[in-house]
């Protein structure tokens, strides 16, 4: 995915406040195509799984059990300069301090209910699409 492909997982919060299609589509307005796409539920287990690097740290478990609590739509997605450009489009995590118009300036809840992830890295990114989908789920 290096370069042009970003890992994307619309949260809990913005599933269950039905912001799914709003978001996807600002997506697609800024240029990105969907690579990969579906809506699934984590277990505890594998949202631990998937965020292992904060295993240290004191919001490790609470974030494993927001991210378990219900439906997320992982995507993978594709653009020129992805990671950055993707990255700019959702915003600061805590969405009082995201840019005007940004995804989680419109739909986060709070810093922890933040409406979507992003990958940080070109390398995170190929880790976290493998993480939900098979190479043969990818276009």
């Known amino acids: 995915m290096a370069g ?3 890992f994307t997982m619309i949260k809990p919060d913005a599933v269950s406040a039905g912001n799914v299609g709003a978001i996807i589509k600002m997506i697609q307005e800024a240029g990105f195509s969907i690579k990969a796409m579906k809506m699934t539920k984590m277990s505890a287990e594998r949202a631990g799984q998937f965020y292992e690097v904060h295993k240290e ?3 490790y478990n609470d974030l494993c059990e927001y991210m378990s609590s219900g439906a997320i739509v992982p995507m ?3 653009k020129d300069n992805a990671v950055e450009d993707f990255r700019t489009l959702i915003g600061a995590t805590n969405p009082k301090e995201a840019a005007e118009g940004t995804i989680r300036a419109l ?3 709070s810093i922890e209910a933040n409406a979507i992830h992003g ?3 070109d390398d995170n990114a190929e880790i976290e699409g493998k993480f939900f989908f ?3 789920e990818e276009f």
């Open 107 to 109: 739909f986060a809840e």
């Open 57 to 59: 740290r004191p919001f």
């Open 4 to 6: 042009n492909r970003t």
């Open 119 to 121: 990958s940080d890295s």
């Open 134 to 136: 098979a190479k043969t």
């Open 76 to 78: 993978i997605l594709e």
